[in-house]
Every structure is written in structure tokens, then in C-alpha cells.
């Protein structure tokens, strides 16, 4: 970890809403050059802490640094050495992809020669550049998503906030979209982002904490919070019943330390998922499905809160 000063800190941090408290005092440090992620269900307090941290929200109680400066007092400097990419686009969707890029470039100030030449590389960057005379409104979901990130890096951001930047996507347009953030990494960039998607953390996030009710259930890199809290294997098992799937936990249970049923599923944690298998084959009600995979975040998630990311 680096031993310089983190770019977010947050210590005790809440956002309340009159009695209701979205954020309920979490600790976080964001270092220079990491991808860190919110991960939880809608609700959890993500996009909350994004919006102290991006200092459009007070601060309702705690301690918050972004580049060590106090978002209370010291706003509009954050700010302007942020990059914002929110849940929904607020493209100008009557203008150009161009006029997009060029015109919010100019609310920083910047040359005219320096906004055309900073558009003309962000819009290769995230291949819109033949796109560049459209207008917005017709562009797909991915297209339009891929704009308001070029557009957030118009001023050139020592700091990336994506708050679920891929929600409703199509699956080709939510990996050209990882690829590209992934581009970024490479070359350095902070970023921070939310997101509901436990694959989308697992593919992008060096560190992440997961959300829960205003909380912090735990934190680490994705391998670390699977190693901790999971098995290497699960084995998911799908009935045809819920009468077959409660037939089968007195067996699944004696067999493994963990089982989890969910919907017409059960999730039977184990390190070999094979030998489970072996062990059950044959007895008890017959699933209809059988399924053996790796542990992933969402299978942390359900084991630290009983509930799936989509509940």
C-alpha cells in the first residue's frame, strides 16, 4: 500500500435523509493509481458516498478529505480536478458528440486549440470518432456511456468517479466498456466507482468494500474477500421444486459445513466440488440442473448478509 497521503479518506462518514441514514459511519482510503469499489445492492449507500465524495452531498457527519481539502469548505477545487461520470447520462442530447466534448471542456477554462485537441484523442480513446458530427439522442446506451466518460475526462482528472457505470447495458457494450476502463488503469488513473454487478467489481477493482444497509461488511481485493469469507468451489444445485429443494438440505447439509437455498436453487460451498458431488449423487430428491463453479462475490455477499445483490 502507498505510503502517500490518500486521495479519498473518509473517517465516520454518514449521510442522513431526515430519520433515515443512508450512510452509517464508514471508514475509506482511496490511494493513488487503484481502482476502488462500492459494491452492493441498490440501496446500500453507494451511491451516497460517491455523491460526499464527488462534494455535490454534504456531509452529514465525519471526517472527509478528497486531495486532503475539506469538500465543505474547499468544493469547487476538488471539483475541478475531478472527472464525473453519474448513474444517468446528462448528455445534451440535441447537440453533437462533438459539441458535447467541446463545449463542457470550455467550462474549465481551457484553450479552444487544447478542448479541440483533448476531444479529438478522447473520442478515439473510446471509439466514437466516427460518430463525432451525430447527434447524441440516437446513439445506443454503450455509445452514450462511452461519451460521458470521454466527457469526464475533458479536464484531464487526477481522480475518476463512475457511480454504476454500466447499468443497463447490453453484454457487448458492458465489456467494451470494462476494456476501456481497464485502458485507463493501465495508464495510471485513479478511479472509483460503484456497482451492483459482482463480475464488473471482480474484473476492474484492485480493493473494494462491500455495502450493505449504510454499512461496510468487509473489504480487501476480490481474491482476498472470496478466500476469506467463501469456499474455492460451489456447487449449485436447481430443483423443480420448492418442495424437492427443502428435500434435499438434510442431505446437502450433512455433507458440507455451508448450504445456502435461494429460490429454486441451493448452494452447497465446498473445496472440491467434484467429490460433492459424488457424495450426493444418487440420493435425495434429483435436481434438475447441477452446476460447478468458483466462488465469486456474490456468493460473499450472500454469506456475510443472507441476501443476493439482486434482492
Known amino acids: 500500500m502507498s505510503?502517500?497521503?490518500?486521495?479519498?479518506?473518509?473517517?465516520?462518514?454518514?449521510?442522513?435523509?431526515?430519520?433515515?441514514?443512508?450512510?452509517?459511519?464508514?471508514?475509506v482510503e482511496v490511494h493513488r493509481g487503484?481502482?476502488?469499489?462500492?459494491?452492493?445492492?441498490?440501496?446500500?449507500?453507494?451511491?451516497?458516498?460517491?455523491?460526499?465524495?464527488?462534494?455535490?452531498?454534504?456531509?452529514?457527519?465525519g471526517r472527509l478529505r478528497v486531495f486532503g481539502?475539506?469538500?465543505?469548505?474547499?468544493?469547487p477545487e476538488i471539483r475541478a480536478r475531478l472527472g464525473v461520470v453519474p448513474q444517468e447520462d446528462n448528455l445534451d442530447t440535441e447537440l453533437s458528440v462533438w459539441d458535447n466534448l467541446t463545449i463542457y471542456g470550455r467550462y474549465f477554462g481551457l484553450p479552444r486549440p487544447l478542448v479541440k485537441q483533448r476531444a479529438a484523442?478522447?473520442?478515439?480513446?473510446?471509439?466514437?470518432?466516427?460518430?463525432?458530427?451525430?447527434?447524441?439522442?440516437?446513439?445506443?446506451?454503450?455509445?452514450?456511456?462511452?461519451?460521458?466518460?470521454?466527457?469526464?475526462?475533458?479536464?484531464?482528472?487526477?481522480?475518476?468517479?463512475?457511480?454504476?457505470?454500466?447499468?443497463?447495458?447490453?453484454?457487448?457494450?458492458?465489456?467494451?466498456?470494462?476494456e476501456r476502463l481497464y485502458q485507463l488503469?493501465?495508464?495510471?488513473?485513479?478511479?472509483?466507482?460503484?456497482?451492483?454487478?459482482?463480475?464488473?467489481?471482480?474484473?476492474?477493482?484492485?480493493?473494494?468494500?462491500?455495502?450493505?444497509g449504510g454499512h461496510i461488511v468487509a473489504e480487501g481485493s476480490p481474491r482476498q474477500l472470496i478466500d476469506q469469507h467463501s469456499t474455492r468451489e460451489v456447487v449449485e444445485l436447481r430443483y423443480a421444486s420448492l418442495a424437492d429443494r427443502d428435500g434435499s438440505l438434510p442431505l446437502l447439509s450433512s455433507v458440507s459445513g455451508r448450504v445456502e437455498p435461494v429460490g429454486e436453487r441451493v448452494l452447497v460451498y465446498?473445496?472440491?466440488?467434484?467429490?460433492?458431488?459424488?457424495?450426493?449423487?444418487?440420493?435425495?430428491?434429483?435436481?434438475?440442473?447441477?452446476?460447478?463453479?468458483r466462488a465469486t462475490l456474490e456468493d460473499v455477499f450472500l454469506i456475510l448478509t443472507g441476501r443476493t445483490l439482486d434482492d
Open 185 to 212: 488503469k493501465l495508464r495510471g488513473m485513479t478511479l472509483v466507482l460503484t456497482t451492483h454487478y459482482m463480475d464488473e467489481a471482480e474484473q476492474l477493482c484492485d480493493r473494494l468494500v462491500i455495502m450493505d
Open 34 to 61: 487503484e481502482v476502488f469499489g462500492f459494491l452492493g445492492p441498490n440501496g446500500a449507500g453507494k451511491s451516497s458516498t460517491m455523491r460526499m465524495i464527488g462534494c455535490v452531498s454534504p456531509v452529514s457527519e
Open 69 to 75: 481539502l475539506n469538500p465543505r469548505d474547499e468544493g
Open 270 to 293: 465446498t473445496d472440491d466440488g467434484e467429490a460433492t458431488l459424488s457424495l450426493i449423487a444418487h440420493r435425495g430428491p434429483e435436481p434438475a440442473s447441477v452446476l460447478v463453479r
Open 3 to 27: 505510503t502517500e497521503e490518500p486521495l479519498v479518506m473518509a473517517r465516520g462518514l454518514k449521510k442522513s435523509f431526515g430519520d433515515f441514514e443512508a450512510v452509517a459511519g464508514i471508514d
Open 121 to 178: 484523442e478522447l473520442l478515439e480513446f473510446v471509439q466514437l470518432t466516427d460518430r463525432k458530427n451525430d447527434r447524441v439522442e440516437p446513439l445506443s446506451g454503450g455509445m452514450k456511456r462511452r461519451l460521458t466518460i470521454a466527457r469526464g475526462l475533458m479536464n484531464q482528472p487526477e481522480l475518476l468517479l463512475l457511480d454504476e457505470p454500466t447499468t443497463g447495458l447490453d453484454p457487448q457494450a458492458r465489456h467494451l466498456l470494462w
